[in-house]
């Protein structure tokens, strides 16, 4: 199982950027589904997460901007930003919580290589 993570790039503040997080590989079951970035000389923060239902709650700097969802047909993962600031440039990280196979007693949680999203002034 591989996450692969896709669409980062450049955009001036006060534009949209949209990440995509897809999952290969065989799996029973997705649960959580989230978004982490590392901004330059910070720790990595958690900002965005969906459940398996639909739930989604988002980290407080990025509400009302940030929009997580899910395609769980296709195995993939959208986050649309909205209002890009220059403190949202980091290098944004997907992660899922995955049932490999039926037989396994716990999930595993995997990470996706990231993604550089840089915003100026």
């Known amino acids: 199982v591989q996450l692969q993570a896709s669409g980062g790039g450049s955009v001036q503040a006060g534009g949209s950027l949209s990440v995509s997080c897809a999952v290969s590989?065989?799996?029973?079951?997705?649960?959580?589904m989230s978004w982490y970035r590392q901004a330059p000389g910070k720790q990595r923060e958690l900002i965005a997460d969906i459940t398996r239902t639909r739930i989604d709650k988002y980290e407080d700097s990025v509400k009302g901007r940030f929009t997580i969802s899910r395609d769980d047909t296709k195995k993939t993962m959208s986050l649309q930003m909205n209002s890009l600031k220059p403190e949202d440039t980091a290098v944004y990280y997907c992660a899922a919580n995955i049932w490999v196979d039926p037989s396994d007693s716990i999930s595993k949680t995997f990470w996706g290589q990231g993604t550089l999203v840089t915003v100026s002034s």
């Open positions: 590989g065989s799996v029973f079951s997705i649960n959580a």
